[in-house]
């Protein structure tokens, strides 16, 4: 590894890019319409977009519109989407803000050997008819593909108490 191909000091790559192994299929469910189109100002988490104050969307394709049945304005909904892109072949990476390198499984970075990405978004709105889901904020580019919606449910979601 050099600092030509991108990575950092302390960075191991895994043996095998699991970008190269086809052993899943996946079915885009719509696409996130989001204000961020260069990485370079996307919010870095959900804590940063919700800062910067700037709603966002989801479109919905029309054959899974019918499954929007149950969701809520004023609800929260786990997101799901498919970071395109992103490296796939870290097992340990040095993030920025830290001074010793840290496993993928342990980050929220996208660089991950599946790059799925999680955001738990407030539900503003919604149009059946169109598949549109207005979100409170997003930390995702315009045009990620989206995996799945999952409503976030506080019985099982929030951790236990201690």
Same mark, same amino acid.
């Given at each position: 590894?050099?600092?030509?191909?991108?990575?950092?000091?302390?960075?191991?790559?895994?043996?095998?890019?699991?970008?190269?192994?086809?052993?899943?299929?996946?079915?885009?469910? $719509?696409?996130?319409?989001?204000?961020?189109?260069?990485?370079? @100002?996307?919010?870095?988490?959900?804590?940063?977009?919700?800062?910067? &104050?700037?709603?966002?969307?989801?479109? +919905? $394709?029309?054959?899974?519109?019918?499954?929007?049945? &149950?969701?809520?304005?004023? &609800?929260?909904?786990?997101?799901?989407?498919?970071?395109?892109?992103?490296?796939?072949?870290?097992?340990?990476?040095?993030?920025?803000?830290? @001074?010793?390198?840290?496993?993928?499984?342990?980050?929220?970075?996208?660089?991950?050997?599946?790059?799925? $990405?999680?955001?738990?978004?407030?539900?503003?709105?919604?149009?059946?008819?169109? $598949?549109?889901?207005? +979100? @409170?904020? +997003?930390?995702?580019? @315009? &045009?990620?593909?989206?995996?799945?919606?999952?409503?976030?449910?506080?019985?099982?979601?929030?951790?236990?108490?201690?």
């Amino acid at each position: 590894m050099s600092v030509a191909d991108g990575a950092r000091p302390g960075e191991v790559r895994l043996a095998t890019d699991p970008a190269s192994i086809h052993d899943a299929t996946l079915a885009f469910v $719509g696409r996130i319409l989001s204000p961020w189109t260069d990485r370079g @100002d996307c919010p870095r988490n959900m804590r940063e977009a919700r800062e910067r &104050g700037r709603e966002a969307a989801v479109e +919905i $394709g029309e054959p899974y519109r019918p499954a929007l049945s &149950g969701l809520a304005p004023g &609800g929260f909904a786990h997101l799901l989407s498919w970071l395109q892109g992103s490296r796939r072949d870290l097992a340990l990476q040095m993030p920025r803000h830290a @001074d010793r390198p840290t496993g993928t499984f342990a980050l929220r970075s996208p660089v991950r050997p599946n790059p799925i $990405g999680l955001h738990l978004v407030r539900i503003l709105a919604i149009d059946t008819a169109s $598949g549109v889901l207005r +979100i @409170d904020a +997003i930390d995702a580019l @315009d &045009g990620t593909p989206l995996l799945d919606i999952k409503p976030y449910l506080p019985s099982v979601d929030r951790p236990p108490e201690t």
